[in-house]
Each structure stands twice: as structure tokens, then as C-alpha cells.
């Protein structure tokens, strides 16, 4: 089965940068109108204009995604300014490399309105829509392939995306018989601003850590990549989308070992030491 992607529309959050902004080019490459959130209002125009230079129809939304009436708002703008949408990428979100001893309930909290409730809270509203329209469509989020295992460091940013992972993989069996599509998107170490910015708010220099240490270069992947994962599970849907079938294998074989899993990768991921 393909699914034709022509005038279909796709809101994507989180589309000023990273993943998110190029899901947005690829998307309108093959032909979905697409309506891009995020802050940065100069970087999420850039993407717009790039649209619009692929002759296709874009929309933006400026906002922060906690903001409660966001997903509300992006949903009636689609349906004001497109007149309804077929696909949400849920997507933005932030990264956090600190140990659980060192962080106050507040700082999880933060993660998990974030990357967790605020995607979720789309998801759903989306879903709701799609329902009482009777119409099919493809809800995505943007999840990690640490859903499925976790880091030194990294244990709230990993729970979130194992909660997206959870909640999408239920959704998507609850909505079979409906025509529509869920999917978790499953990331490994991507090109991004993530971990510059996590960096940043940890009052370190940025651009000393665009990328995690822990990662080993050769799994180190574009945004690009992942964009083309995503628009090939939107003509052809599937639970999750991976862009390593190395990671995926490795995933499964670390769940089933989790004493030869922590010991391993525990000295993986070190970048919150600089920070003693
Ligand atoms: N990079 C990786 O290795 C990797 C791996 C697995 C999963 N992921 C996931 O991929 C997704 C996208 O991240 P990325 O790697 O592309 O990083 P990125 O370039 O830093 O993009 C993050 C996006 O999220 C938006 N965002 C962050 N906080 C927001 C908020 N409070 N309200 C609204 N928008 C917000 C940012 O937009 P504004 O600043 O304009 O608001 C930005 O567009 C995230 O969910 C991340 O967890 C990334």
C-alpha cells in the first residue's frame, strides 16, 4: 500500500529547526501543505520561506508548546487556513543529560510537560477530531531510540520518550479499525541543535557539545534522514520508524540483557561530568 501524500496536510511542531524543520522541506517536497510551529519566529519564517519555494502552501503558528491552548490552536488554525488536516508530527521537545540525583522535581516536571504531556495532549486532540469527522490521517511523535533503553544521564529525557512510545503504540492499536495511522518516530544520534541547547541551559558552552561524546560518530545521522524515514511511513504506515536497524537490533538485545546493558553503558555517557 502507498498512500498518496498530494495536498494532504501535515502539522509539524517543533519545525523551526533540527528534525522538525526538515520533516516540514520534506514533506512539501512530496506535496503535503504544511502548518509549522514553534518560538523562534525568525528561524521558523526561514523554513517558511523555503516552503513557499517549493510552490507549497504553508502556515505558521507561533507558540510555546506548554502554552495549554496550543494543540487547540494549531488544530483550528489547520482547519481555518487549510480547511482540516490529514497528519500531525509531534515533535518538539528538549534533551537532558543530568544525573536524577542532581535535579529537583520541578526540572522532570518541566521534561515531561514538554516532550511528554504537550505531545500527548496533541496526539489526542488530533485523534479526537479525526474521529468525529470520520476521516483517516496519521498521527506521529517523535519519540528516541532511548525509549527503549536508557543512559547515565539520561534517565527523564528517556522516560518521556518511552511514554511518547507507549502512548502512540496504544493509540495505534485502539484507532486500527478507524483508518488511522500512529507511529512512533525512533531517532539515534541526529545532527541537531538538541544537545547544544541542553548544554546551554546547564550554563555550559554550547557549542562545545553539539553532540553528545557518548555517541559513537558512525551512528551520527542528518535530520535529512530522518525526514525521509517519516515521509515514507506516511505513504506507508508502520508502529515505529527507524532509521538504524543496528540501533533496533542492539535495543532489543539490551532489553533482554539489562546487567550486560548497564554495565556497558554506563561508561557511555559521560557529558555531565564537565559539568563537576
Ligand atoms: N537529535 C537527536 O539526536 C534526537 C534523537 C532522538 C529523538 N530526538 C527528538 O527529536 C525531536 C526534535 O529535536 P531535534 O533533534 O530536531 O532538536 P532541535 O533542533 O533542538 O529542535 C527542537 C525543536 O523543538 C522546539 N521546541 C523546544 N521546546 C519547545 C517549546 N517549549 N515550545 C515549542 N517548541 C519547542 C524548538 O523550537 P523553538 O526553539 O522555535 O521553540 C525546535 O524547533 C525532539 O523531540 C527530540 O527529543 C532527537
Not at 59 to 72: C, N, R, Y
Not at 143 to 148: H, N, P, Q, R
Not at 178 to 186: C, E, G, T
Request: net charge positive; glycine share 6%; hydrophobic share 40%.
Amino acid at each position: 500500500m502507498s498512500i498518496s501524500l498530494a495536498d494532504k496536510v501535515i502539522i509539524i511542531t517543533g519545525a523551526s529547526s533540527g528534525i522538525g524543520a526538515a520533516t516540514a522541506l520534506a514533506c512539501s517536497a512530496a506535496g503535503m501543505p504544511v502548518l509549522i510551529s514553534g518560538r523562534n519566529e525568525e528561524r521558523l519564517a526561514s523554513v517558511a520561506q523555503q516552503i513557499e519555494a517549493q510552490g507549497r502552501p504553508v502556515k505558521m503558528v507561533l507558540g510555546d508548546i506548554t502554552e495549554p491552548d496550543l494543540s487547540q490552536r494549531l488544530l483550528d488554525t489547520a482547519q481555518q487556513h487549510f480547511g482540516g488536516f490529514y497528519a500531525v508530527f509531534a515533535n518538539a521537545g528538549v534533551a537532558l543529560d543530568q544525573p536524577l540525583y542532581r535535579m529537583g522535581m520541578e526540572e522532570v516536571r518541566r521534561h515531561f510537560d514538554i516532550n511528554f504531556f504537550s505531545s500527548t495532549d496533541l496526539i489526542i486532540r488530533a485523534a479526537q477530531r479525526l474521529i468525529a469527522a470520520s476521516q483517516s490521517g496519521h498521527l506521529l511523535s517523535c519519540s528516541s531510540c532511548v525509549a527503549k533503553f536508557t543512559l547515565p544521564g539520561h534517565g527523564v529525557y528517556s522516560a518521556t520518550k518511552a511514554a511518547q512510545n507507549h502512548v502512540s503504540r496504544a493509540l495505534g492499536m485502539e484507532l486500527q479499525d478507524r483508518d488511522i495511522y500512529v507511529s512512533s518516530v525512533m531517532p539515534i544520534t541526529t545532527r541537531t541543535d538538541l544537545f547544544s541547547t541542553a548544554a546551554t541551559q546547564r550554563g555550559l558552552d554550547g557549542s562545545k557539545h553539539k553532540l553528545p561524546k557518548h555517541a559513537p560518530r558512525f551512528f551520527v545521522q542528518t535530520p535529512e534522514r530522518v525526514a525521509r524515514a517519516i515521509v515514507k511511513c506516511l505513504r506507508s504506515p508502520r508502529p515505529e520508524v527507524w532509521t538504524s536497524l543496528t540501533v533496533k537490533l542492539s535495543a532489543a538485545f539490551l532489553t533482554l540483557a539489562p546487567r550486560f546493558a548497564d554495565a556497558v553503558l554506563r561508561r557511555s555517557a559521560t557529558d555531565w561530568k564537565d559539568d563537576q
